[in-house]
């Protein structure tokens, strides 16, 4: 595994079946699918929810490498859950987010802490944490 030896990438080893349908030959191998799991989903540092179309959303861009997102959970800095988003697909996170509302009200400017399980193409599981500005 030249060049995929470092805990950066995920290894899964799969067994393969190739069948030529004019001849219906077969042949098997065995491939190994790595995965990068480093920067595999951007979570950007701050938004701004003001009505201006820029930035209005909190919205999380998965690469090719994440098949979908377990658990998406925001913060207050009282620790009060303001957002929330479990089983969904990279398309629908990289459309739809947080617009910034927190009980029926725009919530307070300021730092919000996420925590962020995600399941890549191989089946392994990553967990991220980090915070984000929202900024008005």
Known sequence: MCGFNDSTYAHRRLFVTVTDTLTQCNIDDFITVAVN???SIYVPNA???NGDNINDLLTLSPSSAVRQIVAFYLFDRTGALVYEVTNR???EVNTQ???GMF????ASPGVYIYVLKVELIDESILFLEGDVSLIR
């Open 47 to 49: 938004f701004s929810p």
């Open 103 to 106: 009980n029926g009200y725009p």
């Open 37 to 39: 799991k480093t920067n």
């Open 89 to 91: 697909t990279p398309e």
């Open 97 to 99: 987010g947080w617009d």
